[in-house]
């Protein structure tokens, strides 16, 4: 695997990673009922446990603490694709977050409104920010070579030939990000490639600069 982006150096991840769990440590003693001054060691365990379930929160929102951006190398180019051991990783981490909140439901006396409210956002941030598009786009990739391009996105899927292709036409957003790109092929006839419907987005930049330097002939200008 080619490492296009790395994980945080380890001490910057430790720091990071420690105030996000101090913060929601203190922060989370509105879940219980007991007021500050009654605080048991309990309930301070349970505090202990409402933060490391953020620190989990945060392990699969935020890649870069615990995964390296990679690239796969092919005979002649590059396959992107959204890793699956990496995916299963994120999951299994996962899990353990409701397994904190049941747990904390099942043995303290909470304070309902302020527990379903952590609860949710611990709950469903990750599956709404990382976990939901990555098991949706389980099976897709790019594969971009000096003889062919080949790609999956959910239904549509194909490999096609450089020279069945005559031109590439890129598209990008307002921002100038490339985030789908066209194949005119010999017949006229026209497949798009939709980038943003696939789980490549960390890729884009990488995609976008292996076109520009191995498909210039074909690129519309």
Same mark, same amino acid.
């Given at each position: 695997?080619k490492?296009? $982006?790395?994980?945080?150096p380890?001490?910057?991840s430790?720091?990071?990673?420690?105030? /996000?769990f101090?913060?929601?440590?203190?922060?989370? =003693?509105q #879940?219980f009922?007991?007021?500050v001054?009654?605080l048991?060691?309990k309930t301070f365990?349970g505090?202990?446990?409402?933060? @490391?379930a953020?620190v989990?929160?945060a392990l699969?929102?935020w890649?870069?603490?615990? *995964?390296?951006?990679? /690239?796969?190398p092919v005979?002649?180019?590059?396959?992107? $694709?959204?890793? &699956?051991?990496k995916? &299963?990783?994120?999951?299994? /981490?996962?899990?353990? #977050?409701p @397994?904190?909140?049941?747990f #904390?439901?099942?043995?303290?006396? #909470?304070n309902?409104v302020r527990? *379903?409210?952590?609860?949710?956002?611990?709950?469903?941030?990750?599956i709404v920010?990382?976990l939901f =598009?990555?098991?949706?786009?389980?099976n897709?990739?790019?594969t971009?070579?000096?003889?062919f391009i080949?790609? &999956?996105?959910?239904?549509? $899927?194909?490999?096609?030939?450089?020279?069945?292709?005559?031109?590439i036409n890129?598209?990008?957003?307002?921002?100038?990000?490339?985030?789908?790109f066209?194949?005119?092929?010999? +017949?006229? =006839?026209?497949?798009m490639i +939709?980038? +943003?419907?696939?789980?490549?987005?960390?890729?884009?930049? =990488?995609?976008?600069?292996?076109?520009?330097e191995?498909?210039?002939?074909?690129?519309? $200008?």
């Amino acid at each position: 695997m080619k490492v296009i $982006r790395h994980t945080y150096p380890k001490e910057i991840s430790i720091g990071l990673l420690l105030l /996000i769990f101090g913060v929601s440590f203190f922060l989370s =003693s509105q #879940i219980f009922r007991a007021q500050v001054h009654e605080l048991e060691l309990k309930t301070f365990i349970g505090m202990l446990l409402v933060g @490391a379930a953020v620190v989990i929160m945060a392990l699969v929102l935020w890649e870069e603490f615990l *995964f390296p951006l990679r /690239i796969k190398p092919v005979e002649g180019g590059f396959n992107f $694709r959204n890793h &699956r051991n990496k995916l &299963r990783k994120q999951l299994l /981490i996962y899990l353990a #977050i409701p @397994a904190i909140f049941v747990f #904390i439901y099942l043995e303290y006396e #909470i304070n309902a409104v302020r527990y *379903f409210i952590w609860a949710g956002v611990c709950i469903v941030f990750p599956i709404v920010g990382k976990l939901f =598009s990555g098991i949706k786009n389980y099976n897709d990739f790019l594969t971009l070579t000096t003889t062919f391009i080949e790609y &999956r996105n959910n239904e549509k $899927r194909g490999k096609i030939g450089l020279n069945d292709i005559q031109r590439i036409n890129l598209v990008k957003d307002e921002g100038g990000i490339l985030h789908k790109f066209g194949l005119v092929l010999s +017949d006229n =006839s026209e497949v798009m490639i +939709d980038l +943003d419907e696939m789980e490549v987005e960390a890729f884009y930049e =990488s995609i976008d600069s292996y076109i520009n330097e191995n498909y210039k002939g074909l690129l519309k $200008r």
